[in-house]
C-alpha cells in the first residue's frame, strides 16, 4: 500500500514565527487531508486538498499531485497550534493511511 | 450542524470484560469509518462500513473485534474479552454519499484495559 513520509517529525517555533511541513507519497495522491490533533487529542480537520492550494486564516496548503507531495503551512505561529499535525491519503478506497505526523511545540 | 458525536468518551474495562464503543455520523452521511491510536503510533484505520453493510474490514484484528451499523441507531464497534493491548484511542470518522469527499472525525474513546 501507500507509504507517507512526514517531516519534521518535531519542531519547536517561538510564537510568531512561520512555518513548513511536508508530506511525502509514494503512489499517486487522490484524496489527502491535513489534520490537527490538539494536545487533548481531538483531530481537527485543516484541509481536504487533493490537488492545488488551499488558505484558512494563518494557514495554507498546496499539493502537487504529479510530485506526490504536500506542504502545510503556518504562519505567525501561536501557542494554540500546538500538537501533532498529520497527513493522510485516502486512495482508490479512501481508507486513510496517516503519515506519522509532525510534532510542534510553539513556545510563548 | 452537529458534528461526529462518539460515547463514552472515556471508558475503562477489567481484562476479558467487553467493550462497546458508539459513533454518530454527521447529519446525511452514511459512511462511517473506525480508526485506531495505539499509544506512541499513528492512526489505523479499522473497518468501512455503510448502512447494514461492511464494506471493508482488512484492518480489524481477526478474533475478538466486530463493527456494525444498523440501518437506525449509531454504528458500534464491539471489543470482546478485552485485553491490556486494546488500550488505545478509537476514532470514528464519517464521509458524504460521494466518491472522494473528506472525512470528520469524531472526538474519540480513549479506551483503558486494567
Known amino acids: 500500500g501507500i507509504q507517507v513520509e512526514q517531516s519534521p517529525p518535531d519542531l519547536i517555533l517561538q510564537e510568531g514565527a512561520n512555518s513548513t511541513l511536508r508530506c511525502n507519497f509514494s503512489d499517486s495522491v487522490n484524496n489527502l487531508q491535513w489534520f490537527h490533533q490538539n494536545p487533548w487529542g481531538q483531530l481537527i480537520n485543516l484541509f481536504y486538498i487533493p490537488s492545488g492550494t488551499k488558505q484558512n486564516g494563518r494557514l495554507s496548503a498546496t499539493t502537487v499531485a504529479t510530485e506526490r507531495y504536500s506542504l502545510l503551512y503556518i504562519s505567525s505561529s501561536q501557542t494554540t497550534d500546538s500538537g501533532v499535525y498529520f497527513c493522510a491519503e485516502g486512495g482508490a478506497t479512501n481508507k486513510l493511511i496517516f503519515g506519522t505526523g509532525t510534532l510542534l511545540a510553539v513556545q510563548p | 450542524n452537529a458534528g461526529v458525536m462518539q460515547n463514552p468518551r472515556h471508558l475503562v474495562r477489567r481484562r476479558g470484560q467487553e467493550a462497546r464503543l458508539r459513533c454518530s455520523p454527521m447529519?446525511?452521511?452514511?459512511?462511517v469509518y473506525w480508526y485506531r491510536q495505539l499509544p506512541e503510533e499513528g492512526l489505523k484505520f479499522m473497518v468501512y462500513?455503510?448502512?447494514?453493510?461492511?464494506?471493508?474490514e482488512s484492518g480489524m484484528p481477526k478474533e475478538r473485534f466486530s463493527a456494525e451499523f444498523p440501518k437506525e441507531g449509531p454504528s458500534i464497534l464491539r471489543i470482546q474479552q478485552v485485553v491490556r493491548g486494546d488500550s488505545a484511542a478509537y476514532f470514528c470518522?464519517?464521509?458524504?454519499?460521494?466518491?472522494?469527499?473528506?472525512?470528520?472525525f469524531g472526538p474519540g474513546t480513549r479506551l483503558t484495559v486494567t
Open positions: 462500513l455503510q448502512k447494514e453493510n461492511i464494506i471493508d
Open positions: 470518522a464519517s464521509q458524504g454519499d460521494k466518491a472522494g469527499y473528506e472525512q470528520y
Open positions: 447529519k446525511g452521511h452514511s459512511h
